[in-house]
């Protein structure tokens, strides 16, 4: 999808577009949540993961620390991202985060 990068606005255009769960890989631990989908914030680095582990859903490190294939993983994140289509709420749900913006784009002619 052709949305800006800003992390918020990003987020809500997915949802416009029609998504339903927000799978957003993060290196910092952007605290983004939307009261409309849930947003499962997914990290690759552990120390991230255990830093900001009120605000971090899911850490995909152990593919290269821990030596987990990419397909146990991928198989392991996508029965995650099951469970919160089934309920299972995310950090930001958890912590009432809830973020909107929407990109303004300006043609001029």
């Given at each position: 999808?052709?949305?800006?990068?800003?992390?918020?606005?990003?987020?809500?255009?997915?949802?416009?577009?029609?998504?339903?769960?927000?799978?957003?890989?993060?290196?910092?631990?952007?605290?983004?949540?939307?009261?409309?989908a849930?947003?499962?914030?997914?990290?690759?680095?552990?120390?991230?993961?255990?830093?900001?582990?009120?605000?971090?859903?899911?850490?995909?490190?152990?593919?290269?620390?821990?030596?987990?294939?990419?397909?146990?993983?991928g198989?392991?994140?996508?029965?995650?991202?099951?469970e919160?289509?089934?309920?299972?709420?995310?950090?930001?749900?958890?912590?009432?985060?809830?973020?909107?913006?929407?990109?303004?784009?300006?043609?001029?002619?």
């Amino acid at each position: 999808m052709d949305s800006t990068a800003y992390d918020v606005a990003s987020t809500v255009a997915k949802i416009a577009g029609g998504a339903q769960v927000i799978a957003f890989t993060t290196g910092r631990g952007t605290p983004v949540g939307n009261a409309v989908a849930p947003v499962i914030k997914i990290t690759g680095n552990r120390d991230t993961f255990n830093r900001l582990n009120d605000m971090m859903d899911y850490d995909t490190s152990s593919s290269y620390i821990e030596g987990v294939s990419i397909e146990e993983l991928g198989g392991d994140l996508l029965n995650y991202i099951l469970e919160v289509c089934n309920g299972r709420l995310v950090k930001a749900e958890e912590n009432d985060i809830s973020d909107m913006a929407i990109n303004q784009l300006h043609s001029y002619c």
